[in-house]
């Protein structure tokens, strides 16, 4: 896995990162800067749902960009390393992360890596703790959560180091409303 | 219509903003790559036959090399790799590549498990 850009900045005097980079490409980025705010303004479904799901995509596509940021509302509604820490292999037996966020993570899992995880039992139990519209929405977050972890680091937007970083949550700008 | 967008179908607004996301993505390339692109990443997964590339130059069959590493070997992509693939789309043609690539290898997995039936649609 590169950590030197496949491509350069298109913003004058910032180095490349994810968002130098989509500038190349001007209409997506507006577009979906847009989408990625609305998704996580949105209160159907909670953030620190979302952020347990973003966590383990991370961990599992190896984006160690994804793996050190923290959205600030998530970290608001309780979700703290010591529980960010158990979304690991084995976070089924974890006594910090509650019944819905494990039938969540493995609705990761099956998305992100193998669809047979999402057995009857388990599809049952995402049922049973998320509404239809909460799982619509889950379902749009992990979908841009891989495509954009994989697209960084393909794109050899990885950080070589990187500490631990706690940044807004993205937000609709009041302009593009 | 994607996995996604049939999931949205009760939130007008977050399927309207994924829908542009998705157009604006594709907009961005020629509309026979982006078939070919889907298709070959499709294929990766069972989804569909493998496009036919006789009739393809070498620089789009390079690009769909590059896409079917997307879904299972994404770290597995070398320097080399990609720079071939800039050096057939350019910079921008490569940044909307890479997203459209990473996308429709999700929007698979998402038909995968069902997302659709899940969310109700």
């Avoid at chain 1, 990162?17 to 998704?39: C, D, K, T």
């Avoid at chain 1, 999402?118 to 049922?127: H, I, K, S, V």
């Avoid at chain 1, 749009?140 to 960084?152: E, Y």
């Avoid at chain 2, 007008?12 to 982006?34: N, Q």
């Amino acid at each position: 896995m590169s950590t030197i850009p496949r491509v350069s900045s298109a913003v004058s005097g910032e180095p490349p990162h994810f968002g130098s980079v989509l500038a190349h490409q001007p209409a997506i980025a507006e577009s979906f800067f847009a989408l990625y705010g609305r998704f996580w303004g949105s209160d159907v479904l909670a953030a620190r749902i979302k952020e347990v799901a973003r966590m383990r995509n991370a961990r599992v596509t190896e984006c160690g960009f994804c793996r050190n940021v923290r959205f600030d509302k998530a970290l608001g509604q309780g979700l703290g390393e010591e529980v960010v820490d158990d979304i690991t292999d084995g976070y089924e037996t974890s006594a910090k992360l509650t019944d819905t966020e494990k039938a969540v993570l493995k609705f990761t899992d099956a998305l992100i890596h193998d669809p047979e995880l999402l057995n009857g039992d388990a599809r049952a139990a995402l049922q049973r703790h998320l509404t239809p519209a909460q799982i619509a929405e889950l379902g749009l977050g992990v979908t841009l959560f891989l495509a954009l972890a994989k697209a960084l680091i393909t794109m050899g937007l990885e950080p070589e180091a990187m500490d631990r970083t706690v940044l807004p949550t993205p937000a609709v700008l009041e302009a593009a409303e | 219509m994607s996995a996604v967008c049939a999931a949205l179908a009760a939130d007008p607004v977050l399927a309207s903003h994924y829908a542009d996301f998705r157009g604006k993505t594709e907009a961005a390339l020629d509309p026979a790559l982006v078939a070919l692109v889907r298709q070959a990443v499709a294929a990766v997964h069972g989804m569909e036959p493998a496009p036919e590339e006789s009739d393809l130059d070498e620089g789009t069959r390079t690009v769909l090399a590059y896409a079917r590493r997307m879904p299972f070997e994404h770290t597995a992509i070398t320097d080399a790799e990609a720079a071939a693939v800039v050096a057939d789309l350019g910079e921008a043609g490569f940044v909307a590549f890479s997203v459209l690539a990473a996308l429709a290898d999700a929007e698979c997995r998402a038909e995968q498990v069902g997302l659709a039936e899940l969310a109700g649609g």
